[in-house]
């Protein structure tokens, strides 16, 4: 596994060019890549530039609209195949997006089926440029809260969706953050192989909040409170080999508010401080 900057996560906009500085600068191994930027430079560009700076190309954010109307999910569907493809080109071979843990129009059953054929289609074009798709599933109470349905929030229920797509490139996206808040344990991924998992996401938690009240915007860098043990998790997830991406997730205001390089290193400095020795 290897560390990987995504600027987005801790409240630095900037281009892909300039953030590519910033990783090598900051002594990260790899970096979320920008599609768009891809798509217009070209994947050959793209590799050069990580090249040199020796880093991997990370991943990349869904951009299909699941949850949309028929037409809209359509229309984001057909921009796919030309996205994958130039991700691909530029070894971008992971790609991620996150399902919603409860909602007010689908029952839990027909919501599973309904996610299941829309994700078959994504899978299989995906699959088409040998990307993998990582589902992170969403733990907190709160998210919950005031829904009339649940929906899935654990790495359990998550691994039976999985299952049930059945193209053989998609997995999870495990995130401390939702494991802790959703009742599970840092042991949890001991079950796990380095195929289940397609990123990783570390982060904290509010000191002194009960874990039913924690809310998914408001977290901490990894090892800030140690409230959630993410040195754990990313010592077991060495153990059965993960070979991916660990970006940090902290949706911080506090962070947000500092200076790019200021708090560019600060998350790195985070991150190696809960990296396995």
């Not at 801790?10 to 990260?28: D, N």
């Not at 949890?188 to 938690?205: P, Q």
């Not at 508010?257 to 560019?264: F, M, S």
Request: with cysteine.
């Amino acid at each position: 596994m290897y560390s990987a900057f995504a600027g987005g996560a801790i409240g630095v906009q900037v281009g892909f060019e300039e953030s590519v500085e910033l990783a090598a600068h900051f002594g990260f191994e790899g970096i979320f890549v920008d599609p768009g930027y891809l798509i217009k430079a070209g994947p050959e560009t793209v590799v050069q530039m990580l090249e040199e700076r020796n880093l991997h190309a990370a991943g990349w954010g869904l951009p299909v609209r699941l949850l949309a109307d028929q037409a809209q999910f359509d229309q984001s569907l057909e921009k796919l195949p030309a996205m994958a493809e130039a991700c691909s080109g530029a070894r971008a071979l992971r790609c991620g997006t996150w399902l919603p843990p409860a909602s007010d129009d689908m029952p839990r059953e027909e919501m599973f089926r309904f996610l299941v054929d829309r994700l078959v289609q994504v899978c299989q074009v995906l699959k088409k440029s040998d990307v993998r798709l990582g589902l992170e599933f969403i733990g907190p109470a709160t998210s919950r809260a005031g829904k009339k349905y649940e929906f899935i929030y654990t790495m359990d229920g998550m691994l039976e969706l999985c299952s049930a797509v059945g193209t053989g490139n998609v997995g999870l996206t495990v995130d401390a953050w939702h494991i802790y808040t959703g009742g599970g344990s840092m042991d949890d991924v001991l079950k796990l192989s380095d195929e289940d998992v397609v990123y990783v996401h570390v982060n904290d938690a509010p000191a002194g909040v009960a874990v039913e009240d924690q809310r998914d915007n408001v977290r901490r860098l990894p090892g800030e409170t140690g409230v959630i043990d993410c040195a754990r998790l990313l010592r077991n997830l060495q153990q059965i080999g993960y070979s991916g991406p660990v970006m940090v997730e902290p949706f911080d205001q506090r962070l947000k508010a500092l200076k790019p390089n200021e708090a560019i290193r600060k998350t790195k400095d985070a991150l190696d401080s809960v990296w396995p020795k």
